[in-house]
C-alpha cells in the first residue's frame, strides 16, 4: 500500500490523531506497529474492516500510560512560576491585612447574596419539572367575555375533564382536582386529627402526575371509591410507626361518617409543585354520594389534561375551544382552552385573555438583584486591584526586566484574583449553608442546598471562577501594560484610570439608590395600607368554624355564650371576611344595562352583622330575623354596590340572584373585604337564613370588659361542649387581616436585607478607595499643610473628589428607580402616591452614609502631621 | 531495594521478549500473544507494559530497521537484562517450589 495519505481518509486521520497526542519520541514505533498491524489486518478483515480496526487501536493508545511517557518536552518552568505566583498573592495578602480584607468581604457578600438568590431562582424555575411527560401536561382553562373584556381563569366546571376525554381523540387523559379546604376529622384509634389540606381528584390524576408511590400502585389506588391516598408525613401522624397501608381510617365530615382504606402512601411531595396536598380523595367516592356535578355553570376544580403524543397545542386548542359552548346554553362567552403546566407557577397571569407574565416578573426581579450584586461586588474589586496598582509597579518593572512576557504577567494577576474569588466563595459557600434555613423563615420557601448536586457545585464554580476571571482581567491588562524603564527610572506610574473607576462608582451607588428608593416606598406603601379605614373594626373579633353538631346545636349555644357575658352579638358568616367565597356576575336588578357583568361579591350572614362587624349603617337597618321574620330574603349592599346598580332610593328594591329575588333593606359603608391592598368592590350581603349549609363560620363579637384572652377558656367549654367531636378552632379577625401583609412584609425584608448589603459592598468599595487616594496623595497633603492649608479645607478638597461620582449617581438613577417603583406599585389596586421626598430621602441617606465612609478616611488624612509624611525625600 | 514484583501481563511480555530475541518488538510481541496464547490483545497495552518493563530496567532497548510493511517506519526492538532474566528465573522457581507443594491431584 502507498503512503499517500488521503485527508478525508479514516487511515490518514487515525494517524493525524495519534501524531497529535503521541509525545514524538514515541511516535515512529507506535506508528510502525500500527501500520504493520493495519496491513496484516486488511489482508484478513479486508480494508473497511481494517481501517477501522486501526482507527480503535489508535484510540486505545489515548492513555496515560502513553500520554504521559517521560513527556520531557512538557515544560515545568510555568508550573513552578504558578507556584511563585500564588505565593507571591498570598504574601501580598498577609501584608495588606486591609485591602485584603475589604476585597474578600465585598466579594463574599456579593457571592453569599447572589448564591441564595440563584438557589432560589432555581427552585422556582423546576417547578412541575419532575413531571414524566411534563410537554404533554396541561391545564383546562376558560376565557370568558366580561364587560368587553376577556377574562381568563383556571377553574374550570367539574364535567369539562371527562367532556374533554370523551370528546376528542388528542387527549390521553384529563382529570379534576379540587382543592376545596373541606374540613375532614380523621380517627384512627384514639388519635384524632382535624385537617382542611386534602384534595379530591379523578383516578386518572395519578397518571397525569407523577408523585412518587411508597406504597400502593397509581393505577389500582382508587379502583374503590372508598380508598384514599395519604403523604408519607401524615401517615406518621395518623398511624404512627405502624405501616398505613391498607388501614382503615374514619373521616368525618359535618354529621356524616365514612370508612376510608388506604391505598396508597406518596412520598411527602417535592417544595418545588404547586400541587399541595396531604390526602386525595377520588371523586367517585364523593359522587357515590349520589351528587354528580354535570353543570357547566358551576366553576369549581381544576382541569388537568394530558396530551397524546404528537400533537400541537395550537390545533388542538383551536378544536376544544367550543366545548362549552356547545354543551351549555348559558355559556357562549366561554371558551375552553389549555394552558402548559410548566408555566402554571410563572406565566400564569392573563389580561384580556392573552398571557402576559407572571411571578416570572419577581424572578426576574431576583436575578437583576443577583446580578447587579455580583457587579457592585466585582466593581471593588477592580477598582480596589487598580488604584492599588502603584504599589506592585516595583515588583511588575523587576519581572519585566528579567525577562517576563506580558502574557506571564497577565496570568499571574489573573491568579491572584481568582485565588482571592476562590477563598471568597470557599467562605460564601459556607454562609449560604448556615443562612439558608434563616433565608427560608424570610422568604417562607423551602429551598435545599443539595450538596451532592454536581450541577449546583459547576454553577458556583462557574460563578466563582467566572467573577474571579472578569474581575481580575482588567486589574491583570493595566497592570501587565506598566513600562519597566519609567518604573524603575523613578517616574512611577500615574493612577489616572480615574474616569473609568468613577463609573463604576456611579453604577454602584445608583444601585444602591434603587434599592434605597424601593425599601423606602415599599416601607411606605405597608403603613399607608395598615392605616387604610377598614370599614369594620377587628377588635375583640373572633370566628370559629360551624363543623361538626355546632351547626345543629348554634341557637343553644348562642343563647348560652351572649348568657354568660362573653360575646355581644354572633353573626353566622358564609366564610371569613378576609377570604372570597363566591362572586357573581349575574345579579339583576331594575334598570340593569343588560351588557353590564359587574362582579359582585356574595356574602351570606345571619343577625345583626353590622353590630357583630362594627359596620356603619348608612340607611335601612341591620338583618333581624326575630322581628322581620321576610329579612330571610333580604339583602345589605355596600356603598359601591348602591353606586354600582344606581338606585335613588335603595330600600325596598328587589334585585334577582341565581333565580331568587331578594330585597334591600339597608347600605352599609364600603368595608375591606378579603385583603386591603384590594380596591373596594361592590358587596351585597344576603340573608342566608333559608338557605342550607350556607354557613361555614360564626363571628362572635366578644365583651370588651374582659380581656378577649380570658374569655377563650368560657369559649372552648362551651364550644367543646356543643361540638364535642371537633378539637376548639378559634381566629382572631385582627390577626387574619394583619396575615395580608405577609407577602409584602417579606418583601420589605428582602429588599432591606439586598440593600444593607449592597450598601455595605458599595461603602467597602468606597473605604477603600478613600484610603488608598488619601495614601496616593499623602505629600500633596503635606505640602498644602506645610503652606497653610488648613484641616477643614483639605478635608473639604479630598472629600469633593469622592463624593462627586456619587452625586452623579444620585441624579442619573432616582429617575430609574421612579420607574421601577411605580411598576412594582402598579400591582396593587390601593397603593400609596409616590412623592418626591421619597427620592431626596434616599439620595440624602446614600450621601450621608458615602460622606461617613469617606470621612474617616479624609479627616484622618487632613489631621496628619506634616512632617510624617515629607520627612523621607 | 524493595522487591519488585511482575503483573501477570508484564511477565508475559517480558517472556516473550526472551523468546524472540532480536524480533522483540511491539507489534510482533502482540502478534505471538494473539497466536500463541489465542488470547485478544490491545497493542497499546503491550506498549505500556513494554515501557514499564524498560523503567524496572528489565529491559533495554534500541531502534532497528524499517521494513516497508511499516510504511518505513523503524521498530523499537527490546532485548532483555539480566535483571530480567533473574526476575525470569526467580519467578520460574518459586513457581515450581510452590507447585510441588501442591499435593498430587489425580485428573480423573
Known sequence: ?873 | MAKEFLGEFEELVLTLVAVLQEDAYGAAIAEEIETRMKRDVNLSAVHVTLYRLEDKGFLKSGLGGGTAERGGRRKRIYTITNAGLAMLKAIKESRLSLWKLVPQLKIS
Open chain 1, 1 to 873: 500500500m502507498n503512503q499517500s495519505v488521503d485527508k478525508n481518509d479514516i487511515y490518514g486521520w487515525s494517524l493525524r490523531f495519534l501524531q497529535w497526542f503521541c509525545p514524538p519520541h514515541l511516535r515512529e514505533e507506535i506508528e510502525g506497529d500500527l501500520i504493520q498491524k493495519f496491513e496484516r489486518d486488511v489482508k484478513q478483515f479486508g480494508e473497511k474492516h481494517a481501517k477501522r480496526r486501526l482507527l480503535w487501536n489508535v484510540i486505545r493508545f489515548f492513555r496515560p500510560g502513553i500520554l504521559l511517557r517521560n513527556n520531557s518536552t512538557i515544560n515545568l518552568t510555568p508550573f513552578y512560576m504558578l507556584t511563585n505566583y500564588f505565593k507571591v498573592a498570598v504574601r501580598f495578602m498577609f501584608r495588606h491585612k486591609t485591602f485584603s480584607a475589604i476585597n474578600i468581604l465585598g466579594l463574599t457578600m456579593g457571592f453569599t447574596g447572589a448564591l441564595l438568590l440563584f438557589i432560589w431562582i432555581a427552585q422556582e424555575l423546576s417547578f412541575e419539572q419532575f413531571h414524566t411527560d411534563k410537554d404533554r401536561l396541561y391545564l383546562g382553562w376558560n376565557r370568558s367575555l366580561e364587560n368587553g373584556q376577556l377574562v381568563c381563569s383556571e377553574t374550570t366546571p367539574r364535567v369539562l375533564a371527562p367532556t374533554l376525554k370523551e370528546d376528542y381523540a388528542s387527549i390521553e387523559a384529563a382529570a379534576s382536582y379540587a382543592k376545596w379546604g373541606v374540613s375532614h376529622l380523621f380517627t384512627v384509634g384514639d388519635t384524632r386529627l382535624l385537617k382542611t389540606s386534602g384534595v379530591f381528584a379523578d383516578a386518572s390524576l395519578l397518571n397525569i402526575l407523577s408523585f412518587t408511590f411508597l406504597k400502593g400502585d397509581p393505577q389500582k389506588a382508587f379502583a374503590d371509591p372508598s380508598s384514599i391516598i395519604i403523604t408519607e408525613k401524615f401517615a406518621k401522624q395518623l398511624f404512627g410507626e405502624k405501616e398505613a397501608f391498607g388501614e382503615a381510617v374514619t373521616l368525618s365530615q359535618e354529621d356524616y361518617k365514612f370508612e376510608f382504606t388506604v391505598s396508597g402512601v406518596l412520598k411527602d411531595l417535592p417544595p418545588n409543585t404547586d400541587f399541595k396536598f396531604e390526602y386525595l380523595i377520588s371523586f367517585a367516592f364523593l359522587e357515590s354520594l349520589g351528587e354528580k356535578d354535570t353543570f357547566w355553570g358551576n366553576n369549581s376544580v381544576t382541569t388537568l389534561v394530558k396530551l397524546k403524543e404528537g400533537y400541537d397545542l395550537t390545533s388542538v386548542n383551536e378544536s376544544i375551544k367550543d366545548t362549552e359552548k356547545r354543551h351549555y346554553a348559558d355559556g357562549q362567552h366561554i371558551e375552553i382552552f389549555l394552558y402548559p403546566l410548566t408555566k402554571m407557577r410563572l406565566y400564569s397571569r392573563f389580561e384580556n385573555g392573552v398571557a402576559v407574565g407572571g411571578r416570572i416578573e419577581v424572578i426576574r426581579m431576583l436575578g437583576i438583584l443577583g446580578v447587579c450584586l455580583l457587579a457592585i461586588a466585582s466593581i471593588n474589586f477592580i477598582n480596589l486591584s487598580t488604584a492599588r496598582a502603584q504599589r506592585r509597579s516595583k515588583e511588575v518593572a523587576v519581572r519585566k526586566v528579567t525577562g517576563a512576557f506580558r502574557a506571564t504577567l497577565i496570568v499571574q494577576f489573573l491568579c491572584e484574583a481568582i485565588l482571592m474569588a476562590a477563598s471568597a466563595g470557599v467562605i460564601s459557600l459556607v454562609f449560604v449553608y448556615l443562612l439558608l434555613p434563616f433565608f427560608n423563615t424570610l422568604i417562607s420557601q423551602q429551598l435545599v442546598l443539595d450538596l451532592g448536586n454536581s450541577t449546583l457545585w459547576l454553577s458556583a464554580a462557574a460563578i466563582i471562577f467566572g467573577i474571579g476571571f472578569l474581575a481580575g482581567s482588567y486589574p491583570a491588562l493595566y497592570i501587565s501594560a506598566f513600562q519597566p524603564v519609567q518604573i524603575l527610572k523613578g517616574i512611577g506610574v500615574s493612577s489616572h484610570r480615574s474616569i473609568l473607576r468613577n463609573l463604576l462608582v456611579v453604577f454602584q451607588f445608583g444601585f444602591a439608590v434603587t434599592l434605597v428608593v424601593s425599601a423606602i416606598v415599599i416601607g411606605k406603601q405597608i403603613t399607608h395600607v395598615q392605616n387604610r379605614d377598614a370599614g369594620y373594626s377587628r377588635n375583640n373579633l373572633i370566628y370559629i368554624p360551624l363543623t361538626g353538631d355546632m351547626p345543629k346545636n348554634f341557637e343553644a349555644f348562642k343563647n348560652e355564650l351572649s348568657q354568660s357575658g362573653t360575646s355581644v352579638s354572633i353573626t353566622k358568616v358564609s366564610a371569613p371576611i378576609t377570604e372570597q367565597w363566591s362572586s357573581t356576575g349575574g345579579i339583576e336588578w331594575q334598570g340593569k344595562n343588560p351588557e353590564d357583568r359587574t362582579d359582585f361579591e356574595r356574602i351570606y350572614m345571619d343577625d345583626t352583622p353590622s353590630a357583630t362587624f362594627g359596620l356603619q349603617v348608612l340607611s335601612g337597618r341591620d338583618f333581624d330575623l326575630q322581628k322581620f321574620s321576610t329579612d330571610s330574603t333580604a339583602v345589605i349592599l355596600n356603598e359601591t354596590a348602591l353606586r354600582t346598580m344606581g338606585f335613588d332610593n335603595p330600600i325596598g328594591e328587589v334585585i334577582k340572584d341565581n333565580g331568587l329575588e331578594w330585597h334591600v333593606i339597608g347600605v352599609v359603608k364600603d368595608f375591606v373585604f378579603t385583603s386591603p391592598f384590594r380596591k373596594t368592590e361592590p358587596i351585597v350581603v344576603f340573608s342566608g337564613a333559608k338557605l342550607s349549609r350556607a354557613f361555614n363560620v360564626a363571628y362572635i363579637k366578644l365583651n370588651s370588659t374582659k380581656a378577649p384572652q380570658e374569655h377563650l377558656t368560657t369559649l372552648s367549654s362551651l364550644v367543646t361542649k356543643y361540638n364535642p367531636e371537633y378539637p376548639f378552632e378559634y381566629h382572631f379577625a385582627d390577626l387574619d387581616y394583619q396575615r395580608k401583609f405577609e407577602n409584602i412584609q417579606t418583601t420589605l425584608l428582602i429588599t432591606t436585607i439586598f440593600t444593607s448589603v449592597a450598601i455595605f459592598i458599595a461603602c467597602l468599595g468606597l473605604l477603600g478607595l478613600a484610603t488608598h487616594t488619601a495614601e496616593a496623595r499623602v505629600k500633596e497633603i503635606g505640602i498644602r499643610k506645610v503652606m497653610g492649608g488648613s484641616a477643614l479645607s483639605i478635608t473639604r478638597l479630598l472629600s469633593y473628589a469622592s463624593i462627586k461620582p456619587i452625586l452623579i449617581a444620585v441624579i442619573i438613577f432616582t429617575p430609574l428607580a421612579w420607574v421601577s417603583i411605580n411598576w412594582w406599585l402598579q400591582s396593587f389596586a390601593y397603593r400609596v402616591s409616590l412623592d418626591i421626598w421619597v427620592f431626596v430621602m434616599a439620595a440624602l441617606s446614600i450621601l450621608v452614609i458615602a460622606l461617613i465612609t469617606i470621612g474617616t478616611q479624609t479627616i484622618r488624612a487632613a489631621n496628619a502631621n506634616p512632617v510624617d509624611s515629607l520627612r523621607n525625600e
